[in-house]
């Protein structure tokens, strides 16, 4: 890759626009941009726009949307300081808080999490894959190498990360490593733990980085599911904590007596752990959101297929890393079923109150399998389909409709807007003829 344009360090005293960031149902990006003469005024007023106009983000009757910017979020551009952004809050215009907002969801979730005396902290693994070429047929569209998991980066990739890693620290998004994946040209970033509303903030940002630093050496940053058949997919992996409002200790760290001292955890962290397998099925949709989320669930791909845990089994939809014995205030649950295409903000209200859901109702978990253990005894197959995460975007969202708990977590508006807006994705893909049909079956 060939570097077009030299990131510059960024200054505060060069911003010229400023823009105004918010997040739709789906987790796509949105802003509208303003001078910076005009975020003072911004900061007092809010930022008025056409909610309507914005697929799934509101009805005609609420379009009236004012961007509320939250200062703690506002960022310079390393390379390009005549620009910023600062991301915001969607609020009516009486100024309550807009019930379509996934970042305002988030913050409810966090709120009633803690009623219950808890943070909540995450740290995800944001994989990805770098490709030559911007052809969208898959021909056309080849990794940047041929490495492998943990190799060294090549030439390819080395100076990409180099200002990856140097922009992350400009944009105060901290991480704690990163590094090639299995695939060629699959590469993974993990962000360092924090608040679930700055690891948020903290995961668009950090794919809006990547896109753009791509684009300029000339290559494409993907964070599609499974852009290519017989390799791994992409995922996010999201590690969880919950944090003690009264002195910040680790919920889930072991405690005297409890049954989960092989793992390090304590009775809140196992029940957590059950309730997040409770509504496995349930949060499925919102956690892998796309059609093409399902063809990573496929065994033998570090993916998980069953809903499980366990310690070692890279397959386990749920596992418990190991920690030092020296540090076991450091246990953390790590989910596997979500991927980078997720609305992150959505994606950490399902786990939340998921995890949630098993401390109130004091669940337990499951017997933990490890790898080369029996699987799920199941006595036909429509309960063994019990035990195993949906099979396909249409299998999710059933699963989804059916989870109450999901209505609670997400609010009833941006349910009935996300299951549209996936019915209808599923629908179209559905009704496509594809090229495997083709020819598969056109000579039948």
């Given at each position: 890759?060939?570097?077009?344009?030299?990131?510059?360090?960024?200054?505060?005293?060069?911003?010229?626009?400023?823009?105004?960031?918010?997040?739709?149902?789906?987790?796509?990006?949105?802003?509208?941009?303003?001078?910076?003469?005009?975020?003072?005024?911004?900061?007092?007023?809010?930022?008025?726009?056409?909610?309507?106009?914005?697929?799934?983000?509101?009805?005609?009757?609420?379009?009236?949307?004012?961007?509320?910017?939250?200062?703690?979020?506002?960022?310079?551009?390393?390379?390009?300081?005549?620009?910023?952004?600062?991301?915001?809050?969607?609020?009516?215009?009486?100024?309550?808080?807009?019930?379509?907002?996934?970042?305002?969801?988030?913050?409810?979730?966090?709120?009633?999490?803690?009623?219950?005396?808890?943070?909540?902290?995450?740290?995800?693994?944001?994989?990805?894959?770098?490709?030559?070429?911007?052809?969208?047929?898959?021909?056309?569209?080849?990794?940047?190498?041929?490495?492998?998991?943990?190799?060294?980066?090549?030439?390819?990739?080395?100076?990409?990360?180099?200002?990856?890693?140097?922009?992350?620290?400009?944009?105060?998004?901290?991480?704690?490593?990163?590094?090639?994946?299995?695939?060629?040209?699959?590469?993974?970033?993990?962000?360092?733990?924090?608040?679930?509303?700055?690891?948020?903030?903290?995961?668009?940002?950090?794919?809006?980085?990547?896109?753009?630093?791509?684009?300029?050496?000339?290559?494409?940053?993907?964070?599609?599911?499974?852009?290519?058949?017989?390799?791994?997919?992409?995922?996010?992996?999201?590690?969880?904590?919950?944090?003690?409002?009264?002195?910040?200790?680790?919920?889930?760290?072991?405690?005297?007596?409890?049954?989960?001292?092989?793992?390090?955890?304590?009775?809140?962290?196992?029940?957590?752990?059950?309730?997040?397998?409770?509504?496995?099925?349930?949060?499925?949709?919102?956690l892998a959101p796309l059609v093409n989320s399902y063809k990573r669930f496929v065994p033998n791909h570090e993916a998980p297929v069953e809903i499980n845990w366990g310690h070692h089994n890279q397959e386990a939809?749920?596992?418990?890393?190991?920690?030092?014995?020296?540090?076991?205030?450091?246990?953390?649950?790590?989910?596997?079923?979500?991927?980078?295409?997720?609305?992150?903000?959505?994606?950490?209200?399902?786990?939340?109150?998921?995890?949630?859901?098993?401390?109130?109702?004091?669940?337990?978990?499951?017997?933990?399998?490890?790898?080369?253990?029996?699987?799920?005894?199941?006595?036909?197959?429509?309960?063994?389909?019990?035990?195993?995460?949906?099979?396909?975007?249409?299998?999710?969202?059933?699963?989804?409709?059916?989870?109450?708990?999901?209505?609670?977590?997400?609010?009833?508006?941006?349910?009935?807007?996300?299951?549209?807006?996936?019915?209808?994705?599923?629908?179209?893909?559905?009704?496509?003829?594809?090229?495997?049909?083709?020819?598969?079956?056109?000579?039948?």
């Amino acid at each position: 890759m060939k570097k077009q344009n030299n990131s510059t360090q960024a200054d505060m005293s060069q911003v010229q626009f400023v823009h105004l960031e918010f997040v739709d149902i789906e987790g796509s990006a949105k802003s509208v941009t303003i001078p910076i003469q005009e975020l003072e005024a911004t900061q007092r007023d809010g930022r008025w726009f056409d909610g309507g106009s914005i697929g799934g983000f509101a009805r005609a009757s609420e379009q009236d949307m004012y961007l509320e910017p939250d200062m703690n979020t506002f960022l310079v551009y390393p390379w390009e300081p005549q620009r910023a952004k600062v991301i915001c809050d969607v609020a009516q215009p009486d100024g309550a808080p807009f019930a379509g907002s996934p970042r305002g969801q988030l913050k409810k979730s966090a709120a009633f999490a803690e009623t219950l005396g808890y943070t909540f902290q995450t740290a995800p693994e944001i994989e990805f894959f770098l490709l030559h070429g911007s052809d969208l047929q898959s021909e056309q569209l080849q990794p940047i190498d041929k490495s492998s998991y943990f190799d060294a980066f090549g030439e390819a990739s080395s100076a990409f990360w180099r200002d990856v890693m140097d922009s992350f620290a400009a944009l105060n998004i901290p991480i704690e490593s990163c590094h090639h994946e299995a695939a060629s040209g699959q590469f993974e970033v993990d962000l360092a733990l924090q608040n679930a509303l700055a690891s948020a903030d903290a995961v668009m940002t950090a794919k809006q980085t990547i896109k753009i630093l791509a684009q300029r050496y000339g290559a494409r940053a993907t964070f599609m599911p499974k852009p290519f058949s017989g390799v791994n997919g992409s995922g996010m992996h999201v590690h969880q904590r919950l944090a003690k409002l009264n002195g910040g200790a680790n919920a889930f760290a072991q405690e005297n007596g409890t049954d989960g001292a092989e793992y390090g955890l304590s009775d809140i962290g196992l029940q957590y752990i059950a309730g997040q397998i409770a509504h496995a099925q349930g949060m499925s949709a919102v956690l892998a959101p796309l059609v093409n989320s399902y063809k990573r669930f496929v065994p033998n791909h570090e993916a998980p297929v069953e809903i499980n845990w366990g310690h070692h089994n890279q397959e386990a939809m749920i596992r418990v890393p190991k920690v030092h014995s020296q540090r076991i205030n450091d246990v953390r649950i790590e989910i596997r079923s979500p991927d980078s295409s997720c609305n992150p903000y959505l994606a950490y209200c399902a786990l939340l109150r998921s995890g949630l859901d098993g401390v109130t109702r004091k669940l337990d978990p499951p017997p933990p399998r490890a790898v080369g253990t029996p699987k799920a005894a199941a006595s036909s197959r429509m309960e063994y389909y019990r035990y195993i995460l949906p099979q396909s975007l249409s299998e999710a969202l059933t699963a989804l409709e059916r989870d109450e708990l999901m209505t609670e977590a997400l609010g009833p508006l941006i349910l009935n807007e996300f299951l549209d807006a996936k019915w209808r994705e599923w629908n179209a893909y559905r009704l496509e003829v594809s090229q495997w049909e083709l020819q598969r079956y056109l000579d039948n």
